[in-house]
């Protein structure tokens, strides 16, 4: 699978939108976007993926660029409770995920 | 109802025990995995199962062994414990190929 870079860290105030950029220059055709979260001593969740569609969920948006190379996960009015690390990872059917370092976003009142 | 459990939620023990733990989903997936965060929180993949294959990350020691008794469970067997295994493990599973479901992870501390 391809990998993915993401910065480290990033802070966002409760109530407004969060976006979360995500480098995967390597993509290649049958590989999709994926964004999973970790809050604090919990097992990963699941928020969204997508293969070049923009998707929309409850949780979350993702935007795919038009190249593939780049997406960005938009929560729409952040809480506190978002407070998590989020992994972006490039997956094809049938290979095993495989994580980074992820994005540490702090939601501040 | 709980979709992907995980028993016990700690675990303490001394080197060189054998210790297992156990995993149940009720997802009815076909696919199970178990994965190792370290102190440094990285995430890795141990071992992908169904019922047909095991995948195994080539950097798990042998010590290491998946076990499952039937398509629900899924349970991760360690001999000789090391100091380095202290982590926190999870399970999940997923229908193949499509997105994963965690379990709540437990955290083995090995003295």
């Known amino acids: 699978d391809a990998k993915t870079t993401q910065p480290p860290s990033m802070d966002c105030a409760e109530g407004r939108a969060a976006n979360l950029p995500c480098n995967h220059s390597t993509i290649s055709g049958n590989e999709y976007v994926y964004w999973y979260r970790q809050i604090h001593s919990q097992g990963p969740q699941y928020i969204i993926h997508g293969l070049k569609n923009n998707e929309t969920n409850e949780m979350a948006s993702l935007i795919i660029t038009e190249d593939r190379k780049s997406s960005t996960l938009i929560l729409p009015h952040a809480t506190l409770r978002d407070t998590a690390v989020y992994y972006c990872?490039?997956?094809?059917?049938?290979?095993?995920?495989?994580f980074g370092g992820g994005t540490r976003l702090m939601v501040k009142p | 109802d709980t979709a992907v459990s995980q028993t016990p939620k700690y675990l303490v023990t001394q080197m060189g025990n054998d210790k297992s733990i156990k995993c149940e989903q009720n997802l009815g997936h076909d696919t199970m995995y178990w994965y190792k965060q370290d102190s440094k929180k990285f995430l890795k993949i141990m071992f992908s199962?169904?019922?047909?294959?095991?995948?195994i990350n080539e950097t798990v020691p042998n010590r290491f062994s998946p076990k499952s008794p039937d398509k629900a469970h899924l349970n991760l067997h360690i001999n000789s414990l090391e100091l380095g295994d202290s982590a926190v493990y999870f399970c999940?599973?997923?229908?193949?190929?499509?997105?994963?479901?965690f379990g709540p992870g437990t955290r083995l501390t090995v003295l």
């Open positions: 990872i490039v997956h094809s059917a049938g290979n095993m995920l495989t």
């Open positions: 199962y169904n019922n047909k294959e095991l995948i």
């Open positions: 999940a599973s997923s229908p193949l190929g499509n997105e994963q479901f």
